[in-house]
C-alpha cells in the first residue's frame, strides 16, 4: 500500500529538480549568450508483480505485470541553438551558426603546447575555455581580453604585408601569420630619433610577434644548429612574466630582453573584420594600417555536450567530441596555415634541446578548418535563447505535476490512517 508513497516521493524529487531547471532559465533571461537547458525524465525502477509468458498450443501469452515506483531525471540537455542578437559595442562579436571563441589564462598556453613537442595532441587544445560571449576589448596590460579578463586566443602577425605568387601563377598580397595559437596582444614599437637638417625626427618601427618559421614555412634553426621552436616573442610559449624561460631556449634566447626594451604600439581605431576575424588597427604615429592578428574559433563534434563551468564559459569534456580550431571565412588557406602547433622536434620525442636528441624531424599539429556555414557578426552580442512565456508554461505543468505527487501522498496518508482506525 506504501509503494504509491514512495512513487510520489520520488516525482517530487523529480519536479523540484525540473523546478531549479526552469528557475536558473528564468533567472538567465537577460544574459548574453546564455543557451537554455531542459530536463528530461524518466520512468525508475520497476518490481515484478507477475512474470509474461509466451502462448502455447492450448492457451494465449501474458503481458508481464510491474509496479513502478515514481520518476526520475534521466537528463538535463543543452539547447545550444541561437535565438537574437543585441547591438553592442564596435568590438563586440557573436557567432551566427555553431562555434565558439577560445579564451584562458596567459598560462594555458604552456598546456596547449607541450613540452614533447612531438607529442602534441589535439586534446592539449580542451585546456582552453569556449564562450559565445565575445565582449572583447584591449585590456590595460595591451592584451585582448574579454569582460572577465580572460585573454582571447588566435594567430598572431608575423609581419608585414608580404606579395607572394597565389595558386593561379598571379601575384599576390597577403600578411604573414604565425600558425601558433597563442593570446592576442598588441605589436610593439620601437621609437628612433634621427636629426636632419639640424631638427630632431622621429619614427617608429613595427615589431610584430616573432617567429621561427621561415620564408618558406618551415621552422628555421637557431645560432646553435638546434631546431627552434614556436614564437620567439616577450612573452612566448612557456615564457615567465619575468622574463625567464620554463621550456629552455626556444630558438633566440634574448628575445625577452629584447623586446622588453619596446613598448606596445599605440593604435587607434582597432576593429575586427565580420568575414575573417581578423583584428587591425591604425598606427597612431603615422595613420599606418596594422594587422594584429586573426580570431581562432573552436569547433566540437556535439555542441550540445559541452560542459558549463559558470561565467558564461564551457569546457570540450567528454561529451562534446573532439575540439578543433577554425577560422571564418575560409581564411586559413589565404594566411598559408593548414595546421595549428606543429613544430619541429627530435626523433623519439626528446627534448629538443638536447644536442643528443638525434635527427630532428617535422611534428605535426592539429589541422585547422574552416568554420562552414558560421559567420560572425561585430557590433553585437548573443542574446539568450530563453523563452520566457515557455518556461511559465513548464512552470506551470511543473506545479501542477508537483501538487499531484503531494495529492497522492495525502491520500495515502489517509488510507494508512483508516488501516490504523480498524484496530480501535
Same mark, same amino acid.
Given at each position: 500500500?506504501?509503494?504509491?508513497?514512495?512513487?510520489?516521493?520520488?516525482?517530487?524529487?523529480?519536479?523540484?529538480?525540473?523546478?531549479?531547471?526552469?528557475?536558473?532559465?528564468?533567472?538567465?533571461?537577460?544574459?548574453?549568450?546564455?543557451?537554455?537547458?531542459?530536463?528530461?525524465?524518466?520512468?525508475?525502477?520497476?518490481?515484478?508483480?507477475?512474470?509474461?509468458?509466451?502462448?502455447?498450443?492450448?492457451?494465449?501469452?501474458?503481458?508481464?505485470?510491474?509496479?513502478?515506483?515514481?520518476?526520475?531525471?534521466?537528463?538535463?540537455?543543452?539547447?545550444?541553438?541561437?535565438?537574437?542578437?543585441?547591438?553592442?559595442?564596435?568590438?563586440?562579436?557573436?557567432?551566427?551558426?555553431?562555434?565558439?571563441?577560445?579564451?584562458?589564462?596567459?598560462?594555458?598556453?604552456?598546456?596547449?603546447?607541450?613540452?614533447?613537442?612531438?607529442?602534441?595532441?589535439?586534446?592539449?587544445?580542451?585546456?582552453?575555455?569556449?564562450?559565445?560571449?565575445?565582449?572583447?576589448?584591449?585590456?590595460?596590460?595591451?592584451?585582448?581580453?574579454?569582460?572577465?579578463?580572460?585573454?582571447?586566443?588566435?594567430?598572431?602577425?608575423?609581419?608585414?604585408?608580404?606579395?607572394?605568387?597565389?595558386?593561379?601563377?598571379?601575384?599576390?598580397?597577403?600578411?604573414?601569420?604565425?600558425?601558433?595559437?597563442?593570446?592576442?596582444?598588441?605589436?610593439?614599437?620601437?621609437?628612433?630619433?634621427?636629426?636632419?637638417?639640424?631638427?630632431?625626427?622621429?619614427?617608429?618601427?613595427?615589431?610584430?610577434?616573432?617567429?621561427?618559421?621561415?620564408?618558406?614555412?618551415?621552422?628555421?634553426?637557431?645560432?646553435?644548429?638546434?631546431?627552434?621552436?614556436?614564437?620567439?616573442?616577450?612573452?612566448?610559449?612557456?615564457?615567465?612574466?619575468?622574463? +625567464?624561460?620554463?621550456?629552455?631556449?626556444? @630558438?633566440?634566447?634574448? #628575445?625577452?630582453? %629584447? *623586446?622588453?626594451?619596446? &613598448?606596445? =604600439?599605440? /593604435?587607434?581605431?582597432?576593429?575586427?573584420?565580420?568575414?575573417?576575424?581578423?583584428?587591425?588597427?591604425?598606427?597612431?604615429?603615422?595613420?599606418?594600417?596594422?594587422?594584429?592578428?586573426?580570431?581562432?574559433?573552436?569547433?566540437?563534434?556535439?555542441?550540445?555536450?559541452?560542459?558549463?563551468?559558470?561565467?558564461?564559459?564551457?569546457?570540450?569534456?567528454?561529451?562534446?567530441?573532439?575540439?578543433?580550431?577554425?577560422?571564418?571565412?575560409?581564411?586559413?588557406?589565404?594566411?598559408?596555415?593548414?595546421?595549428?602547433?606543429?613544430?619541429?622536434?627530435?626523433?623519439?620525442?626528446?627534448?629538443?634541446?638536447?644536442?643528443?636528441?638525434?635527427?630532428?624531424?617535422?611534428?605535426?599539429?592539429?589541422?585547422?578548418?574552416?568554420? +562552414?556555414?558560421?559567420?560572425?557578426?561585430? @557590433?553585437?552580442?548573443? #542574446?539568450?535563447? %530563453? *523563452?520566457?512565456?515557455? &518556461?511559465? =508554461?513548464? /512552470?506551470?505543468?511543473?506545479?501542477?505535476?508537483?501538487?499531484?505527487?503531494?495529492?497522492?501522498?495525502?491520500?495515502?496518508?489517509?488510507?494508512?490512517?483508516?488501516?490504523?482506525?480498524?484496530?480501535?
Amino acid at each position: 500500500m506504501t509503494g504509491s508513497m514512495y512513487a510520489s516521493v520520488a516525482g517530487l524529487k523529480a519536479h523540484m529538480q525540473k523546478l531549479t531547471v526552469i528557475g536558473n532559465n528564468v533567472a538567465n533571461v537577460n544574459t548574453q549568450g546564455y543557451k537554455k537547458q531542459r530536463t528530461v525524465f524518466r520512468d525508475s525502477v520497476y518490481s515484478m508483480y507477475s512474470a509474461g509468458s509466451n502462448g502455447s498450443m492450448s492457451v494465449g501469452g501474458m503481458n508481464p505485470s510491474q509496479l513502478g515506483y515514481g520518476s526520475m531525471v534521466g537528463s538535463i540537455d543543452l539547447n545550444m541553438s541561437s535565438s537574437s542578437y543585441n547591438p553592442g559595442n564596435p568590438m563586440d562579436c557573436a557567432l551566427v551558426g555553431d562555434g565558439f571563441f577560445l579564451v584562458g589564462t596567459k598560462d594555458t598556453a604552456n598546456s596547449t603546447n607541450p613540452e614533447d613537442y612531438a607529442d602534441f595532441s589535439a586534446d592539449n587544445l580542451k585546456s582552453l575555455n569556449l564562450t559565445r560571449v565575445g565582449d572583447f576589448k584591449i585590456g590595460p596590460d595591451n592584451y585582448l581580453v574579454d569582460s572577465k579578463g580572460n585573454v582571447v586566443y588566435g594567430f598572431m602577425s608575423t609581419s608585414e604585408v608580404e606579395e607572394y605568387v597565389g595558386a593561379d601563377g598571379k601575384p599576390a598580397k597577403r600578411q604573414k601569420v604565425s600558425d601558433q595559437l597563442v593570446p592576442i596582444r598588441l605589436p610593439r614599437w620601437e621609437k628612433k630619433v634621427e636629426t636632419v637638417n639640424g631638427e630632431e625626427k622621429v619614427s617608429y618601427i613595427i615589431h610584430y610577434a616573432r617567429t621561427d618559421i621561415g620564408p618558406d614555412g618551415k621552422p628555421v634553426e637557431d645560432a646553435a644548429g638546434k631546431p627552434a621552436n614556436k614564437l620567439v616573442d616577450d612573452k612566448p610559449i612557456y615564457n615567465t612574466e619575468d622574463g +625567464g624561460n620554463q621550456g629552455g631556449n626556444q @630558438g633566440d634566447a634574448d #628575445a625577452t630582453a %629584447v *623586446d622588453a626594451e619596446y &613598448e606596445f =604600439a599605440q /593604435l587607434s581605431s582597432i576593429s575586427i573584420d565580420s568575414k575573417t576575424g581578423c583584428i587591425s588597427g591604425i598606427s597612431k604615429a603615422d595613420d599606418k594600417p596594422i594587422v594584429i592578428g586573426y580570431l581562432a574559433i573552436g569547433s566540437v563534434a556535439n555542441p550540445n555536450g559541452v560542459t558549463h563551468i559558470g561565467n558564461s564559459y564551457y569546457k570540450c569534456q567528454e561529451g562534446a567530441g573532439a575540439l578543433s580550431v577554425s577560422m571564418l571565412g575560409g581564411v586559413q588557406k589565404d594566411l598559408g596555415i593548414s595546421q595549428v602547433n606543429g613544430s619541429m622536434a627530435p626523433a623519439g620525442g626528446a627534448n629538443p634541446n638536447d644536442p643528443a636528441a638525434g635527427t630532428p624531424e617535422y611534428a605535426p599539429g592539429t589541422d585547422v578548418v574552416g568554420t +562552414g556555414a558560421t559567420e560572425m557578426m561585430v @557590433g553585437f552580442l548573443e #542574446a539568450p535563447n %530563453v *523563452d520566457l512565456a515557455e &518556461e511559465i =508554461a513548464e /512552470l506551470i505543468t511543473t506545479q501542477r505535476g508537483y501538487q499531484a505527487n503531494t495529492r497522492i501522498i495525502t491520500v495515502t496518508d489517509s488510507m494508512l490512517e483508516e488501516l490504523v482506525n480498524m484496530k480501535r
